[in-house]
């Protein structure tokens, strides 16, 4: 099962040096989407605006697949 990496991309970047094995990039993209909206809620309590940010998914050798951006998040169905 390939592994994905979900990098956190605002004004700083936090590396996902674990990863997680998906079944396919659509799982990935999935798990991006809800990532990105856990992070958003708990942003949004705590009075900030994170909707620039995204979540980049690469492979195990660092390409980049996909990118979520935030904003996204909101309209996408999961």
């Known amino acids: 099962m390939p592994r994905y990496f979900f990098n956190l991309v605002g004004s700083e970047t936090v590396t996902d040096i674990e990863g997680s094995e998906l079944d396919s990039l659509e799982a990935a993209r999935e798990e991006a989407i809800k990532d990105a909206r856990a992070i958003m809620s708990d942003a949004i309590l705590a009075g900030h605006d994170v909707?620039?940010?995204?979540?980049?998914?690469?492979?195990?050798?660092?390409?980049?697949?996909?990118?979520?951006?935030?904003?996204?998040?909101?309209?996408?169905?999961?």
């Open 51 to 78: 909707s620039e940010r995204r979540v980049e998914i690469r492979d195990e050798e660092g390409t980049l697949l996909a990118e979520v951006p935030f904003s996204d998040a909101v309209s996408k169905r999961i």
